[in-house]
């Protein structure tokens, strides 16, 4: 009788009420905290399923029975429309859910509300649930893992519980960042360049460890992010370790011997015409400029240039293979003089703190206690030969006849003579080099400094 033909007065008066109750309880599409007491939304759907139980119609409503259409009353219509709006809310949040178009808070709203949600959805005489509890709390800890993946992938942790961003590493040698890479990680990190560019000390200063990621970013675009961060670190993944370990304890011999290595391994190519070069340039601002990211849109669409991986993993593995070879014992004077930081800055080399460096990275297999005695022993004399080369040329400068005559002044001379040889340079072993460095020592009448 409620919907048979024409709607008699009481009975108007019955759909009228109904209708001003479900006005009052509206579904809003970003805020599920209205599902949480659903006895009164229950009430009210109890009308709706007595009509789905005597006219045997779909569960799901896509347009308005017959019967609604032609009873001409505009209360039982705006029931039957209210009952549609509250089976497209649930399937859509059930939809966002499985697509993985949401948001982690929105799959924690979900999670709490998911009780009452699938009783209002039981009594709507919806299909079965695509949404099992279990399958929403999977959802939820899957958000949180890739979160904590994403978040390792960027920020590296190092042994001793420091922390240092990767792609202010990748920054300061000029590696090669897709594109796409920049995109995603501005859209996703908050406050992208402080926190991954600015510095590789993480977090930055004046702030805390905690979620980087925007509180708007969906799981699809986290799942997204995860896939181009893992094919973008897959060839860099052995040495991680490695270039982390020298850059958090600030090694200028490892970071200089990389440059140099890098350089090495770039292949000459053609110059860029003028507006190659121009998007090159833009592209690579943020290599220089703090402030380059701003907004998404922002970031020039073009190919990113810079080191390629190739070359920087071949020089990734020259440096590693080259200390790892010193340390077992390989190294000559000629191969660490020909390094560049011994020739521009020698004398300035903190020695004991970069063996202190190599020593503490663990080359797997390396005997140590006879490797860093043997490179020290070349670095000292590496640096002495230094000293007198200066003084000598101080002492010429100056005109400083005595100094120069000097009868210690000539016999290190004489040395020095000895280590700028090209050929004495590649015959100078670790054993060799200590014996110059102690005739050193006695002629300067300094104590043996000889690692025990």
């Keep these: 009788a409620l919907w048979n033909g024409p709607v008699p007065v009481p009975l108007n008066w019955y759909w009228e009420i109904l209708d001003r109750t479900c006005k009052l309880v509206n579904p ?12 009164p939304i229950i009430q009210l759907l109890s009308v709706y399923s007595a009509f789905v139980k005597c006219f045997t119609v779909k569960s799901s409503l896509v347009a308005l029975p017959d019967c609604v259409e032609k009873s001409g009353n505009p209360h039982m219509k ?11 809310f649930v399937k859509e949040w059930q939809t966002k859910i499985l697509d993985d178009d949401c948001t982690h808070q929105e799959i924690l709203s979900y999670a709490a509300q998911q009780i009452p949600l699938d009783n209002m959805s039981k009594h709507l005489q919806m299909e079965s649930l695509p949404l099992t509890r279990e399958a929403v709390i999977a959802k939820k800890d899957q958000m949180v893992k890739c979160k904590e993946v994403n978040k390792e992938m960027l920020i590296f942790e190092y042994r001793d519980g420091r922390k240092c961003s990767l792609m202010a590493v990748f920054k300061r040698y000029k590696y090669s960042i897709p594109l796409s890479l920049l995109h995603l990680l501005q859209e996703s990190v908050i406050d992208c360049n402080k926190k991954l560019f600015a510095g590789h000390v993480y977090p930055p200063e004046g702030e805390t460890d905690g979620d980087i990621f925007k509180p708007d970013l969906k799981m699809k675009s986290l799942l997204t992010l995860n896939s181009v961060l893992g094919d973008f670190l897959t060839p860099l993944t052995q040495y991680l370790e490695f270039i982390v370990h020298f850059i958090m304890n600030e090694s200028q011999l490892i970071d200089c011997y990389l440059r140099e290595k890098i350089e090495a391994h770039t292949p000459s190519l053609p110059q860029p015409s003028h507006s190659q070069s121009s998007s090159q340039s833009n592209l690579l601002g943020f290599m220089h400029n703090e402030d380059f990211f701003t907004e998404a849109e922002d970031i020039p669409e073009y190919d990113s240039s810079g080191v390629p991986s190739e070359v920087y993993c071949a020089a990734l593995r020259d440096t590693e293979d080259f200390f790892r070879s010193i340390l077992e014992g390989n190294a000559t004077y000629g191969s660490l003089c020909a390094l560049g930081v ?26 140590y206690s006879d490797g860093i005695g043997n490179v020290k022993a070349i670095m000292q004399l590496i640096q002495f030969a230094d000293y007198i080369d200066n003084i000598h040329k101080v002492c010429e400068q100056y005109q400083l006849e005595g100094c120069s005559n000097d009868t210690r002044m000539q016999e290190l001379l004489i040395i020095h003579g000895i280590l700028i040889s090209e050929k004495t340079k590649d015959e100078l072993t670790a054993t060799k080099s200590q014996d110059y460095l102690n005739k050193i020592y006695q002629i300067l009448g300094l104590t043996d400094q000889r690692l025990p």
């Design 78 to 88: 705006n029931y039957f429309e209210w009952i549609t709006n509250l089976q497209n």
């Design 342 to 367: 011994f020739q521009e800055k020698a004398g300035a080399l903190d020695i004991n703190h970069e063996l202190s460096i190599l020593r503490t990275f663990h080359f797997e297999g390396v005997n």
């Design 28 to 39: 809003h599409q970003d805020d599920l905290s209205w599902c949480t007491d659903t006895v």
